[in-house]
């Protein structure tokens, strides 16, 4: 099984993507270069963290008409699975791979910090090897993070379970605290309709080794290795 | 053909929390402008555009910002002038 992970100028997460899936989880990883047609055969795609094109404009906006993304946007039409992370989640939406948008911060500050998420979905391509509200910690950096959409968007999400990670407290409740940028409806992490492509601005990439202060993110990489691979 | 300079507004859609606005909207009353209701913070992009008529050139414009300067789920642009380039 062979991810394919996009460097766009001024993606700063796909070194991490890279180790974590080929030295951590051991699948076979390849860099795809912005200006590439080619996904060179990789099953899973990976949109990672990062600044594309400076966020100029927008988050994303720019990134989004990469040639690239063009394949992208055929192998998720197909049912291909993509996940998209952090800068990697505001270029899908600008992309209308996933839909709302993310703003900026409503602390107005970047955010660099440790978080605490729980598994509202546990039966996605990208969460299987999770428990029901399984409790993660996993890191965020960002600055535009505020999961955003209009409320028939948000009842539709929440409705076929598509929310599935939400920032919350130690204890796996919500509490406005444990919303760092302030979601709508603590939103960390959604799907798209098919279920093939998954937003998050957490970095499971960033917690798969306890060096890394955790684990809990290698879950992600483990879930989609099980299922893509069976 | 002839050249214009269009320039649009795109600004946060009412409604959607705009945190950089309320800063300011903030800031303006502690100053003492208390008749400030609402602030919202955007952007103003000017372009100049070669078109048949000043209609062709906002039109051009618009279709810019529905693909690309605007973001359709936040954001509302607004044509704001459209002049004749010498």
């Known amino acids: ?230 | 053909m002839s050249r214009f300079r269009v320039s649009v507004h795109i600004v946060p859609r009412q409604g959607i929390l705009d945190p950089q606005g309320k800063a300011v909207a903030d800031a303006l009353h502690t100053l003492g402008f208390r008749g400030v209701a609402d602030a919202r913070i955007g952007r103003h992009v000017v372009l100049d555009v070669s078109a048949v008529s000043p209609e062709a050139a906002g039109a051009a414009v618009r279709e810019m910002c529905d693909r690309l300067l605007a973001n359709p789920v936040t954001e509302d642009y607004e044509i704001a002038g459209v002049e004749t380039l010498p």
């Open chain 1, 1 to 230: 099984m062979k991810f394919g992970i996009v460097t766009f100028p001024g993606s700063n997460c796909d070194y991490d993507a890279f180790r974590a899936v080929k030295d951590v989880l051991g699948a076979e990883a390849v860099y795809l270069w912005h200006k590439s047609h080619e996904l060179q055969n990789a099953d899973v795609v990976i949109l990672p963290g990062g600044f594309s094109y400076g966020d100029y404009l927008r988050a994303g906006a720019i990134a989004r008409f990469s040639p690239i993304m063009q394949e992208v946007a055929t192998h998720a039409r197909r049912g291909g699975p993509v996940l998209a992370v952090c800068n990697g989640f505001q270029i899908a939406c600008e992309a209308g791979l996933l839909p709302g948008a993310l703003l900026r911060n409503a602390g107005l500050t970047f955010l660099s910090q440790q978080v605490i998420l729980r598994v509202e979905n546990a039966d996605t391509l990208f969460t299987n090897r999770y428990a029901p509200g399984q409790l993660l910690r996993v890191p965020i950096a960002h600055g535009e993070g505020r999961f955003t959409a209009d409320p028939e968007t948000l009842e539709r999400l929440e409705s076929e379970g598509r929310v599935v990670l939400r920032y919350v407290n130690a204890a796996g409740q919500l509490d406005a605290e444990s919303n760092p940028n302030g979601s709508q409806r603590a939103i960390a992490g959604i799907v798209s309709a098919e279920g093939n492509v998954m937003g998050m601005m957490p970095h499971p990439e960033r917690a798969v080794e306890l060096v890394l202060g955790s684990r809990d993110g290698l879950g992600i990489f483990q879930s989609m290795m099980a299922q893509v691979s069976a």
